[in-house]
Nanobody, 120 residues
Framework: QVQLVESGGGLVQTGESLRLSCAAS????????MGWYRQAPGEQRELVAS???????NYGDSVKGRFTISRDNPNNTVYLQMNSLKPEDTAKYYC??????????????WGPGTQVTVAS
């Protein structure tokens, strides 16, 4: 079984920073991609940022220049440094990982989510 455990959400003021962490645990061969998605009430889930095992990074357009994703491969952990937070960043943030579990088979895993609220 694979588990993703997130931490670091909370309530902040506009312009402040937060750092999210997500650690993967369980039995698997390797983790291909780790990333963060977010979903606000009434909205679709959207990509915030992702990082491959080789270090290729993608950011959602709305967070470019403000958020930084990083990854600690030996500890199977991904981080999201969020700076200059805005009220529109308010959402539940979900950790995602594409994990190779058996041979060439990969599965998509999600954490339970952590709430980020930015007050104006």
């Amino acid at each position: 079984q694979v588990q993703l455990v997130e931490s670091g959400g909370g309530l902040v003021q506009t312009g402040e920073s937060l750092r999210l962490s997500c650690a993967a645990s369980g039995s698997y061969f390797s983790i291909n991609v780790m990333g963060w998605y977010r979903q606000a009430p009434g909205e679709q889930r959207e990509l915030v940022a992702s990082i491959s095992s080789g270090g290729n990074i993608n950011y959602g357009d709305s967070v470019k220049g403000r958020f930084t994703i990083s990854r600690d491969n030996p500890n199977n952990t991904v981080y999201l440094q969020m700076n200059s937070l805005k009220p529109e960043d308010t959402a539940k943030y979900y950790c995602n990982a594409v994990i190779r579990v058996l041979g060439p088979i990969t599965n998509d895993y999600w954490g339970p989510g952590t709430q980020v609220t930015v007050a104006s």
